[in-house]
């Protein structure tokens, strides 16, 4: 009986260590054989791809191979779950990047508002809470006011479709910044 | 007993943190083949960063003008390309194979000075022009500010500052129309932009910390009944996108088609309550067919 335990024990140990270790590896984008090692897990790699790659980019263009890749600058950045996988808000409050506010003026400040909207929603869906300050840090007062949402209480009436449709939040949600598919971070307000 | 079972359990263990300490080798190793690569990837951005300072200053109108025309230039322009160039020279006596800070700083400052040389060689026409088509932008963002510190100065029954009053702001448009009109935009831009700013400055002292809330309890059943149709109808433009461009299966495709019907038809009925009166039997029709639509949304996987 003691024997069967340890060899089990002994069992576990080196498989722990051997699906710890294969975690740690980084699988390179061209390395897609199905019968590689840890295929089960998210590569990495296939995140964020280089300029040349992502569809977006003309390949052929001599700028785009200047272009440093995403993956290189985006490392020491914090993580988030979707997107291109950086926390960007987390960065500018971590002081990892220091955005310029103005072309001609590397000195300049934004102008950050300190105000938050609660839009109450239908079912029980959280309620949503804005921050004008996480907006304004990256964004001036013009870049959504008043094409986007007009600047007065209960004169903008924002739907999910609308959302997913690219207008209201959707202008830039899902394209620019951090998609819809992370529910809480728009609907944070428990009711 | 025998000795081979009694000395299992040690041996699991050892072999377990002989595992472990291999992992925390390689890892350590990892780290230490990581610092040459940095190495390699300051060089080739520092390497690229030339590259492209060097096309901007030969390739692009201006820097072919100051190679093969120089003459066509003014020499203010000629002479503050001319800086630009003998930055990018410096950066490149750099050597190649260490990290190189200096050349950076010349690379900078070689992009400055073409800017500064490309600013010197627009002519006054473009300039003007310029400006001139930023007035009508401020001019319709200072309105928008107006009415926004109006009604918060009724909402919290407060006192705007002098320089922000109707009369302050109707005078500094005016002034800035009679500048524009004489020719000068840059100077009308300027003080529309400054204005913006005193605005911005005090709507954001005015509403920071506060938090306003938008409340779905509207104060009469035709307001709600409007609220649902928008709703409604944007849920009804997404689902025709996803059929025009989403490929489900026919069958999925049926119970969509079945299920955009059927809320239509409820919308219908909301619509002819709403004619005779009935807000409220209007506004349930409504959303009994939103309901049907967050059906047919959710075939296509979109949960909202």
Redesign the interface.
């Known amino acids: 009986m003691k024997g069967s335990a340890s060899k089990r024990l002994f069992q576990i140990g080196i498989m722990s260590i051997l699906l710890f270790g294969a975690g740690q590896w980084n699988v390179s984008a061209q390395d897609k054989d199905p019968n590689r090692f840890n295929r089960l897990m998210t590569p990495v790699s296939e995140r964020n791809p280089p300029p040349a790659e992502d569809g977006i980019h003309d390949p052929d263009n001599f700028g785009t191979g200047l272009l440093q890749a995403p993956r290189e600058s985006f490392a020491t950045l914090p993580k988030s779950p979707s997107g291109n996988h950086v926390d960007w808000t987390k960065a500018l409050q971590d002081g990892l990047i220091t955005p310029r506010y103005h072309r001609d003026d590397k000195d300049a400040t934004p102008i950050v508002m300190d105000l938050n909207i609660v839009r109450e929603v239908k079912g029980s869906m959280p309620n949503v809470v804005y921050p004008h300050k996480q907006h304004t840090e990256l964004l001036d007062c013009s870049n959504c006011h008043p094409a986007i949402f007009i600047p007065q209480k209960g004169a903008n009436q924002i739907s999910m479709a609308q959302i997913l449709l690219g207008e209201a939040c959707g202008t830039c949600h899902g394209k620019v910044a951090f998609p819809v598919s992370e529910c809480r971070r728009c609907h944070s307000q428990p009711k | 007993?025998n000795r081979?079972?009694?000395n299992?359990?040690q041996?699991?263990v050892v072999?377990?943190v002989a595992?472990?300490l291999?992992?925390i080798v390689?890892?350590m190793s990892?780290g230490e083949v990581a610092a040459p690569v940095l190495q390699e990837?300051n060089q080739r951005?520092l390497k690229?960063?030339m590259?492209?300072v060097e096309?901007i200053l030969f390739q692009s109108p201006l820097g072919k003008q100051a190679t093969q025309q120089p003459s066509e230039l003014s020499p203010d322009v000629f002479a503050v390309w001319e800086f630009a160039r003998q930055e990018l020279e410096k950066a490149q006596e750099c050597p190649q194979d260490k990290r190189c800070e200096g050349a950076h700083e010349h690379l900078d400052s070689a992009l400055s000075f073409y800017r500064q040389a490309a600013a010197l060689n627009r002519s006054t026409r473009e300039e003007h022009e310029d400006f001139a088509g930023m007035l009508p932008?401020l001019r319709s963002?200072i309105e928008?500010y107006q009415?926004?510190l109006d009604?918060i100065a009724q909402e919290k029954k407060i006192a705007l500052p002098e320089r922000l009053h109707d009369q302050q702001i109707k005078a500094t448009l005016s002034s800035a129309e009679l500048l524009e009109k004489s020719g000068d935009a840059e100077s009308a831009a300027l003080l529309l932009q400054a204005l913006q700013s005193m605005m911005?400055?005090e709507?954001?002292q005015i509403?920071?910390?506060?938090?306003?809330?938008?409340?779905?309890e509207f104060d009469s059943s035709e307001n709600a009944l409007e609220?649902e149709m928008?709703?409604n109808a944007?849920?009804e433009?997404?689902l025709l996108?996803l059929l025009e461009k989403s490929s489900i299966d026919d069958h999925k495709q049926r119970l969509v088609t079945d299920y955009l019907q059927q809320s239509r038809d409820e919308c219908a009925s909301a619509m002819q309550y709403r004619s005779a009166g009935d807000f409220e039997l209007a506004l349930r029709s409504l959303e009994v067919s939103t309901d049907i639509q967050l059906k047919a949304?959710r075939l296509f996987g979109?949960r909202?």
Do not use: C, F
């Not at chain 2, 509403?207 to 779905?216: A, D, N, P």
């Open positions: 007993m081979h079972t009694s299992a359990p041996r699991a072999w377990t595992g472990l291999l992992l390689l890892s990892a990837k951005m690229q960063k590259a492209l096309r932008v963002r928008g009415d926004s009604r911005e400055h709507l954001i509403r920071s910390g506060e938090t306003i809330v938008t409340s779905l609220y928008r709703t944007g849920n433009k997404l996108l949304l979109i909202i």
